[in-house]
């Protein structure tokens, strides 16, 4: 039996933004049009995105950092293809897939120090609602303290342990007991920590919002709290892990490890949707401690074998092609360029790092031209400067990148893991030319963000 799907879809190609804006989510439609982020992708590969008058995009986004191995990779395909082919007998759910076995085999190898009992889940914040779940139960105590800019999620439970008013608001009341501290402050943490009654301590390697990293000491000192006051640590990695860092969990580079450690997003190969918690199996066996629990936390689709077969076959690009090693270098090269770029332009004034996460800091200029119209613009809406960054990257140098947070002035990049010096160098001399911008007060990159302002606020 043949299908229309795919005639369909190309036949319908230009109705995305028509579609989505009568039956899916038509505000983000508007958001992209006034951005100027429309461009209707047709197809991708790789690195690099085509939209449909074929002009081709660097995709210094990911997906979020889905897109670890890039874009549509041909042998996480044809891994899939041959599992649909082979007819596997996926999800009897009473019995066992020998595809989720080797994946788990497979995470535990690779994860740091004792953590070899796995979890599958179908998302990052899934992920995250089972870690908090599994810590509940092992310590006995539900208070969870989390990290100022943190994101984990937007599900109920993940959302509690998210410090963003943008995204709290209208949530309320969400899960008691969860308190947030700043992020690489050991002595608040425990102050916290003292009275006793803490669970767990929940927190991005490398925070995803504003792309903050650990002080040298930080992670260590984390463990050192938790060890000494029976907190359980949960290192979320759902962005930062799986190479992104140039290690293949982020807290590789500080030699630590969790008690829990949550992964999604890449695993997937940018194919199938899953993650996994991976923990020890002492905490694992206080959950599931009796034949009677073996369904204490469970779901329907985790263990699906097509995201399986998708999660392995990740492992062998990202070993084959030496991707964990190759965001190391890269990762080296652009920050390194992008340290020149803030000697010679005022307003970039911090670059935040490993591997390839990365974050720009933007601050207020001492040139009083450049100051009046700063303040201006934070006056009109605090998230407008980082658009004269982004939207003439995507518009006049077909890149793509994103503001990294609500009200941190901080542009962030999300490169695939498989990028070369070539795409490097054509990102540098972009931001060189759209910081030069952002520094002529008379510049046209002024005169849009401010249109962009004026045309935020009628909308809104």
């Given at each position: ?31 992209l049009e006034v951005i100027g ?302 340290e020149k770029l803030s000697e ?117």
């Open positions: 039996m043949s299908s229309k799907i795919l005639k369909q879809y190309k036949e319908r190609i230009t109705e995305a933004y028509k579609l989505h804006r009568k039956y899916v989510n038509p505000q983000f439609v508007r958001v982020y429309d461009r209707n992708y047709v197809s991708a590969e790789g690195a690099y995105l085509t939209d449909s008058k074929g002009v081709k995009v660097l995709d210094f986004l990911s997906g979020f950092g889905v897109y670890n191995i890039g874009r549509n990779h041909p042998h996480v395909a044809q891994v899939l293809h041959e599992v649909i082919d082979a007819k596997t007998a996926s999800l009897v759910q009473m019995d066992l897939g020998v595809l989720s076995g080797m994946l788990a085999e497979k995470l535990a190898e690779l994860a740091p120090g004792d953590l070899d009992a796995v979890f599958f889940t179908n998302s990052g914040t899934e992920g995250v609602e089972g870690a908090l779940k599994f810590a509940r139960q092992a310590s006995g105590k539900h208070k969870v303290v989390h990290c100022h800019h943190a994101f984990h999620g937007l599900t109920l439970g993940s959302l509690s342990v998210n410090a963003n008013k943008e995204f709290r608001d209208r949530n309320t009341p969400l899960l008691p007991d969860c308190v947030p501290v700043p992020f690489n402050d050991l002595k608040a943490l425990e102050d916290v920590f003292r009275a006793g009654d803490v669970g767990s301590f929940i927190f991005e390697t490398v925070q995803g919002k504003g792309v903050f990293v650990p002080d040298d000491d930080y992670l260590q000192g984390v463990r050192d709290l938790c060890d000494r006051y029976g907190v359980l640590m949960i290192a979320d990695e759902v962005q930062c892990g799986l190479g992104r860092t140039g290690k293949m969990f982020a807290v590789d580079h500080w030699g630590v490890k969790p008690d829990l450690l949550v992964i999604s997003k890449a695993l997937s190969g940018g194919f199938i949707p899953v993650g996994a918690v991976i923990t020890t199996r002492e905490i694992h066996g206080k959950i599931f401690d009796s034949m009677e629990r073996c369904f204490a936390h469970s779901n329907t689709f985790g263990q699906n074998d097509l995201a399986m077969a998708a999660g392995l076959a990740t492992f062998e690009i990202l070993e084959q092609e030496n991707l964990v090693e190759n965001s190391a270098k890269m990762g080296e090269l652009i920050i390194a360029g992008l010679k332009y005022e307003m970039l004034t911090e670059i935040r790092g490993k591997g390839l996460i990365i974050g720009m800091q933007f601050g207020e200029p001492k040139s009083m031209a450049l100051k009046a119209s700063w303040k201006l613009l934070h006056k009109m809406n605090v998230d407008l400067f980082c658009q004269m960054i982004t939207m003439p990257l995507l518009e006049k140098h077909n890149i793509l990148s994103q503001v990294a947070g609500h009200g941190l002035d901080t542009v962030k990049i999300l490169p695939p893991l498989m990028i070369n010096e070539d795409d490097v160098d054509k990102f540098l001399t972009a931001m060189d030319s759209a910081l030069k911008e952002a520094h002529k007060i008379t510049g046209s990159a002024w005169k849009t963000v401010k249109d962009l302002g004026v045309r935020t606020a009628k909308t809104s």
